[in-house]
């Protein structure tokens, strides 16, 4: 994408009012939608989270099939989820919002109990041992969704990676923790959940292309 493009959809996302653009300062210092996020969506629907959300695809495909829920796209990547943003808009999408800001963070935009689902889609396995601090479903991570979770709630994971299937799987067996689904290839599993095999991402279409299987586990978090 072209440096002119990108500047385009930056101030193209400040005029949208499904995009919040906070500061690191301002998420940690008593972030003004923690614990409020009905306020903002003017309604007490569940709260589902895409984290790493890319373009949107996902966030705007569940929000258009669930409009009992709210949806929020959470990337440090402007640009990318502009699509998304602007596609809402477009459909008049109610239901959907993105923060630009980095997942780390996640404890700090949400309150305790806050949130009922997290989708985390084909995030960057970060293979390196040196890397694990940002694996997505390390044990900081896990806790810091358990703390924004309600008692029923649950986190999905949809990769291409088998080495972040297997190696998130292993975690959760070894804290305890309860898994509800897994496969190693959604595509030809009968028993895999129609929200999963039913929206593909931009990324996930070049995977498939290439022949790599998708795998996904969905589990609730016991601390």
Avoid at 41 to 55: A, D, Q, R, T, Y
Avoid at 98 to 115: C, H, K
Wanted: hydrophobic share 35%.
């Amino acid at each position: 994408m072209g440096s002119k493009n990108k500047l385009k959809r930056f101030k193209e996302n400040e005029t949208f009012a499904n995009v919040i653009q906070p500061t690191r300062e301002e998420v940690i210092n008593n972030f003004s939608h923690q614990g409020k996020w009905h306020t903002f969506f003017k309604n007490n629907h569940p709260i589902v989270l895409e984290l790493g959300c890319g373009k949107g695809e996902y966030t705007i495909a569940l929000a258009k099939k669930n409009p009992d829920k709210n949806f929020i796209g959470i990337d440090i990547k402007g640009a990318r989820f502009w699509r998304g943003a602007k596609t809402a808009i477009e459909k008049e999408l109610k239901n959907v919002a993105f923060i630009r800001t980095q997942i780390e963070l996640v404890d700090f935009i949400f309150g305790e109990n806050e949130v009922s689902e997290i989708w985390i889609t084909f995030p960057d396995p970060q293979i390196k041992y040196k890397r694990t601090k940002h694996r997505l479903t390390n044990t900081d991570f896990l806790k810091k969704y358990h703390r924004i979770l309600n008692s029923d709630g649950v986190v999905n994971l949809k990769t291409d990676s088998e080495f972040m299937h297997g190696y998130t799987l292993g975690l959760l067996h070894g804290e305890g923790h309860k898994i509800l689904h897994a496969n190693h290839d959604v595509y030809k599993n009968v028993y895999s959940p129609e929200e999963v095999t039913a929206t593909q991402t931009f990324y996930e279409k070049q995977y498939l292309e290439k022949g790599k299987p998708i795998t996904y586990i969905k589990f609730k978090l016991n601390y």
